[in-house]
């Protein structure tokens, strides 16, 4: 696997790539790979001839109070577990590198209205401008076939999806399962933050998300008493404080007040200063 | 020429000629072609295989009281004049061609700061985003090495120069000269619009930039004096009413006091609904 850290060295292999003809298949994340990381080098190897992955921390989608700094972050260990996978070339910039002006600053944003209005857009106001001013960037240095995304990220599927029809991109969006650990708990870089105690209690995500789609399968449509009945569920665990439970329209994250078309039950939930969202899409599946 | 009026023909088109090893110019127009358009189109015919032309008045760059209906169309003339001048490729969309979305609905917008709160920025709000979401869409679409933009628009030049670098586009932007008349006026689709009286008061445009270039070239380095010198002169014109007459900084269109670096000297002046712009670089051109 090649590893390379700026733009013109990146392009260069793309153009050799594009030249030779062949497919590229992309797999942006922020590093601190884990199983769901490489379950999308995998997908995108079976689907592409070349397997761009990038790793990058980009400040731009942190808030002022967030987690960039202490975000965790080991390329050396990324970049073994990347080329096992099947990673052809790493991409793995500095913060000048992708934001040469300097300071933070940055001129130009890509803005998506509506499908960030709610969920993680409510509670992280400017996360998603930051998602698609940097994904945008990427698009456009890597040039790629189809992107691969986890669905636990189930907001940010949709918003670059919308993005990616709106920009008229040529780029196929390419949403890949949540993967989970054994006992349920979705994977997720910032589990690492989690005390044993912690840890435990996270299992209500995944337990709550089950209890909801077995009440739906048992007939249950009001998204009131859904929401409810996993509200009550995480309230259960001390430790854990709700940052939202909704369940929105599975295609637009329009709200709604009872299930008739696939729905997305998404939920965010802080465990000391970590908070890890979690979600799976009801009904119609 | 071929003339194409879906976004599937032309990314067809498009994906030949580079299967081929074309590359590819590209001038963005609104269409009712005139003398200024055709030289962009020779541009990019010497730096290029193949010329993309497209003609498509953006809806989203027009304010509500602005000349989005009455801006002249005449697709068939441009037809004959670009075909002429050396293009391959026309695409014409139709505005449900460009916004699917309907009732003008956008959800992606590409939003660029600083370099649009002055000049016609201040004067048009919302009219830079909508050129740079539109020229972001046209580059998705048409995949151009190069594209060929007028110098009469610098501030557009500027957007755009800014919005390629902080997004990191692979389109390289070709800013051409201003086109005039024998007489001196700035060729504009809008030059239709002036009755014969309007037409030859807005001589003073051209004159003035003139007036201001022969003081700046006798030693003339106040920006205020400049400005009055140039308002002044407009001013004579009863049918002139000034928009701005503004001088700035030409790299990044900041404010200036005095002129050390490059400066453009920038102007938009009414003459009864039809608002025409121009500019010159001052010192160090």
Redesign the interface.
């Known amino acids: 696997m090649i590893i390379v850290h700026t733009?013109q060295e990146i392009?260069k292999h793309v153009r050799d790539l594009r030249a030779a003809g062949k497919s590229i298949g992309y797999v942006p994340t922020m590093g601190y790979l884990h199983e769901g990381h490489l379950s999308l080098i995998r997908s995108a190897k079976e689907q592409s001839d070349a397997v761009v992955m990038s790793i990058f921390v980009n400040p731009l989608q942190f808030g002022p109070n967030e987690d960039f700094e202490r975000y965790p972050r080991d390329l050396k260990r990324d970049a073994e577990v990347a080329g096992a996978a099947g990673c052809d070339i790493l991409f793995a910039p500095s913060v000048e590198e992708m934001y040469p002006?300097g300071d933070g600053k940055?001129?130009?944003?890509?803005?998506?209205?509506?499908?960030t209005h709610q969920l993680c857009g409510a509670s992280r106001p400017g996360h998603f401008r930051g998602v698609?001013?940097v994904v945008?960037?990427l698009f456009?240095?890597i040039?790629p076939d189809k992107a691969f995304f986890g669905m636990k990220d189930a907001q940010q599927v949709a918003v670059l999806q919308?993005?990616v029809?709106?920009?008229?991109?040529?780029v196929e969006i390419v949403p890949c399962q949540t993967v989970r650990e054994p006992d349920g708990l979705a994977m997720s870089s910032r589990n690492v933050f989690l005390t044993d105690e912690q840890r435990q209690q996270a299992l209500v995500l995944s337990r709550s998300l089950k209890a909801a789609e077995a009440a739906v399968a048992a007939g249950e449509r009001d998204v009131l008493q859904l929401k409810r009945l996993v509200r009550e569920m995480i309230e259960a665990q001390p430790l854990a404080d709700i940052d939202y439970v909704e369940i929105v329209n599975f295609r637009d994250l329009a709200t709604i007040l009872t299930i008739e078309q696939p729905a997305l039950l998404a939920l965010a939930v802080r465990f000391g200063k970590t908070r890890l969202i979690d979600n799976t899409v009801l009904a119609g599946r």
Chains 1, 2 share one sequence.
């Open positions: 733009i392009r002006r940055v001129l130009t944003t890509v803005d998506v209205e509506e499908v698609a001013t945008s960037k456009n240095i040039l919308t993005m029809d709106d920009l008229n991109i040529p």
